[in-house]
């Protein structure tokens, strides 16, 4: 499907991770959608590094990431991002579990383009995972939404 | 002395010395039985120096000195008069029978004794006037033959004394006198000094018996006067080691002082004290009011030698208006106790004329008809009240001393305290990191879990639902539900532990339009009950607009909440202007609540209804009340059972807005 970006989803949590991609299997977006477990496996693959060296050039619509990762944390990933010349322009929304005020004031310091906290109400986090999923995949795209005809696709980084 | 020689006109006793060029030759008629030997006057000699001994006080020592040197002499009346620093005279022992009045105690300007006598009553020890009314003999030749000048008789026993001594002698009744210089190390120290109402007659071996009494005395006062002050600064010692207790026993040290006010005074013998510390001035003894106290602190830390331990026995030389107060304070000693801040210990002494009591009564009417503009004891004594106007006693050295060693005491307690309170802070610091820190992944940690069982539980419905029967989707909302509310109690606890750390920012707030703003919000909560709103045109206040819309949106939610059985609800708000504060008020006609419980009310998780008839997690009121407390204003409530609840706020009005 040539022009639909994929969106690049951050995150360590197995359960947030499934819990987050059923949101956005529910939200019916035509999107592929690749997984990152760690900020390194997150760099790696958008600067097409180690492991993805070669792969084919298709930056993501929206790159949602969690705040607190091993190794390599949100905040960091963002700097990086934020910090480089070809990447500054992907928007990236922090999909975190903290309300915490130095986190927030932190990211919008490095440039985030949203930040969001979570529900605990399953609904509230599926309205908010939709509303980010069509917003910067569907809105900010010229492309308009169109509805699915294949299971959603699901790569690993 | 060389011995008694019987010549033509009878029998005298003859003394020699030397005066310049010349061997000076004195013939002192001896009267019948005045010759003798010191043999005579061993055995009281020998009892003065076994008493010695057995003195323990100096002024016991004086006064065993007065009383033998009459025994031996038979004056009417001995003192021992001693000079102070600036050589006035004061009469610090006394032994005398009814012929001759008391002077104990009584005072003596220096001018009494000028310089130059005092300089020969230190070469001649020993003076005699057998007869004030004597006629005095000129020396023949007038001069010196081989020196051409006149003799110098200063050292000579039978020379002429002053007029104007003569004049004072008979002024004070007394014709006879003798005096035994005090000598220690080489200074005048007093004087033991004899009366008689009569004209007298000392034999040489009696004088020679009090020059040993006079020379003994000395030595035992220059040996007591050591020891006494090795004495006293142990007693010193013990005083401030009990102050020191005081102070230990304190959180703040000031307060142990103020218990042991007698340790204080005593510690540099003080009739008054103030301890000047943080702009207080707490006062102990007699001491001047607090104004004056200010002023002395004033002046003193405008010195320009600040030096640690100042001393003064005449404020009032120093300092510009210490008359005033000189009754209380002639005397100061100071010692800062802050390097920062005018900090003080002050210990005040009275002027010394406050002091001084005289055992003869200064009222008393002159006897002998004197006038008393004449040369005449009161007269010095009135003489010697203006040299020490406006002067206390001397601090003495070990006294000096002493208020230094107590100022490095109380010093190192202040830094002592200042380093503990900065220990504390370094605690409190690392301790609400440490809370910072908890929170945080309280909110991390223990709010995934609860989103974990909320996302699974409804997957499990949305998905298996057409497989469960009623009973197992009621069990799944009870997962989902409970999961939920204790999610929404961790942001709440959260949202609370934060709203102690989150900075106040206080602009003016509009709070008719806040009100409105609140209500559209809560709009959904009403479900289109018919409820009644009274709100007045309110104030604005000084506050932080995000915390002041949580504190209104929490108290119309209540009042919302609370009102839901009501027919018709009832809710108002009003406000008022003290000249202080803004005060905010809403009131209800809901559940209300019992005043018994009132205090419950603004506390952590406390619920004054059940959960099942009125939902929430217990922290609204809370952090109304600390939200409100953060602006250095109040939260307050009234309530009836159910006839309704009023709720108040205030903020401090902005002096400056």
């Known amino acids: 499907m040539k022009g639909l970006r994929p969106i690049l989803l951050v995150e360590d949590n197995p359960k947030d991770l499934e819990l987050t991609l059923e949101a956005l299997e529910r939200s019916q977006l035509a999107n592929e959608v690749v997984t990152a477990r760690d900020g390194v496996e997150a760099l790696d693959w958008l600067f097409r590094r180690n492991s993805h060296e070669g792969r084919e050039s298709n930056d993501p619509a929206v790159i949602l990431l969690d705040l607190k990762l091993p190794r390599v944390d949100g905040l960091q990933v963002l700097e990086q991002i934020k910090n480089d010349e070809d990447m500054r322009h992907l928007p990236v929304v922090m999909l975190t579990a903290s309300r915490e005020e130095s986190d927030l004031v932190k990211s919008y310091q490095l440039g985030v383009n949203a930040f969001v906290v979570k529900p605990v109400g399953f609904q509230e986090f599926f309205d908010a995972v939709r509303g980010l999923g069509v917003f910067w995949a569907v809105v900010n795209e010229p492309v308009p939404p169109r509805p699915r005809n294949q299971p959603m696709k699901v790569t690993e980084a | ?657």
């Open chain 2, 1 to 657: 002395m060389l011995g008694a020689v019987a010549l033509e006109a009878g029998t005298y006793n003859v003394l020699a010395h030397v005066s310049g060029p010349s061997l000076i030759l004195e013939f002192e008629q001896l009267g019948i039985g005045d010759a003798g030997s010191l043999d005579q006057v061993y055995p009281q000699v020998r009892a003065f120096l076994n008493s010695l001994q057995a003195s323990s006080s100096i002024a016991e020592l004086n006064a065993r000195a007065a009383r033998h040197v009459r025994d031996i002499t038979g004056f009417d009346r001995v003192m021992i008069y001693q000079f102070d620093d600036q050589w006035n005279g004061t009469v610090v022992a006394e032994n005398r029978n009814e012929a001759l009045p008391s002077y104990l105690d009584l005072r003596f300007p220096a001018s009494d004794i000028p310089a130059q006598a005092r300089e020969l009553y230190r070469l001649n020890r020993l003076r005699l006037i057998p007869d004030a009314t004597y006629e005095p003999v000129a020396i023949v030749p007038e001069m010196n033959p081989a020196t051409g000048a006149p003799v110098d008789l200063s050292l000579s026993l039978l020379r002429s004394v002053s007029p104007v001594h003569l004049e004072y002698m008979r002024n004070m009744g007394t014709p006879s006198s003798m005096s035994i210089s005090i000598i220690d190390n080489g200074r005048l120290w007093g004087l033991i000094s004899c009366h008689h109402s009569q004209p007298k007659v000392v034999p040489a071996h009696v004088r020679t018996a009090c020059d040993f009494v006079g020379q003994m005395l000395a030595m035992q006062l220059s040996a007591r006067f050591r020891n006494e002050e090795a004495v006293q600064r142990v007693g010193y010692q013990a005083i401030q080691s009990d102050l020191l207790a005081s102070m230990a026993g304190e959180p703040f040290f000031i307060d142990g002082l103020k218990k042991n006010r007698d340790g204080l005074l005593r510690l540099t013998e003080a009739s008054g004290a103030a301890i000047v510390f943080g702009g207080t001035v707490s006062r102990i003894g007699a001491c001047p009011d607090e104004k004056d106290i200010q002023r002395i602190v004033a002046w003193l830390s405008s010195k320009a030698d600040d030096a640690e331990v100042y001393a003064t026995d005449c404020l009032s030389d120093h300092m510009e208006g210490a008359e005033s107060f000189a009754e209380m304070a002639s005397g100061l000693l100071a010692v800062s106790i802050s390097q920062l801040h005018a900090s003080y210990i002050l210990w005040f002494r009275p002027e010394v004329i406050q002091t001084v009591t005289w055992g003869g009564d200064p009222s008393e009417k002159v006897r002998h008809g004197s006038d008393p503009q004449r040369l005449h004891p009161r007269k010095s004594f009135e003489q010697w009240k203006e040299t020490v106007r406006l002067r206390s006693l001397k601090w003495t050295n070990v006294q000096r001393d002493v208020a230094s060693a107590f100022r490095s005491t109380i010093v190192s307690i202040v830094m002592r305290k200042a380093e503990e309170l900065a220990a504390l802070n370094q605690e409190l610091t690392r301790s609400n990191k440490e809370l910072e820190a908890f929170s945080y992944s309280v909110s991390h940690d223990l709010r995934a879990p609860f989103r974990h069982i909320v996302g699974y539980a409804e997957m499990l419905k949305d998905k298996y639902g057409d497989q469960l029967d009623a009973k197992a989707t009621r069990y799944i909302n009870v997962i989902v539900e409970s999961a939920g509310s204790a999610g929404k109690l961790v942001d709440d606890l959260l949202g609370f532990s934060q709203m102690g750390r989150m900075t106040v920012v206080p602009i003016r707030v509009d709070m008719n339009r806040l009100v409105k703003e609140v209500r559209d919000v809560l709009d959904t909560e009403t479900n289109g009950r018919d409820i009644q709103w009274h709100i007045g045109d309110l104030h604005s206040v000084h506050g932080d607009p995000g915390m002041m819309r949580q504190v209104m949106q929490n108290l119309v939610s209540n009042a919302i909440k609370y009102t839901r059985g009501r027919d018709t609800a009832q809710i108002s708000i009003d406000s008022e202007e003290t000249p202080t504060e803004t005060i905010i008020s809403i009131k209800d006609n809901g559940v209300g609540f019992d005043m018994a419980y009132v205090d419950k009310l603004f506390g952590v998780f406390q619920r004054l209804h059940r959960v099942e008839d009125y939902e929430g997690t217990g922290i609204g009121l809370a952090n109304v009340r600390r939200i409100m407390e953060r602006h250095g204003g109040r939260a307050w409530a009234e309530g009836e059972l159910n006839k309704g609840a009023a709720f108040h706020i205030a903020l401090p009005r902005n002096q400056g807005a």
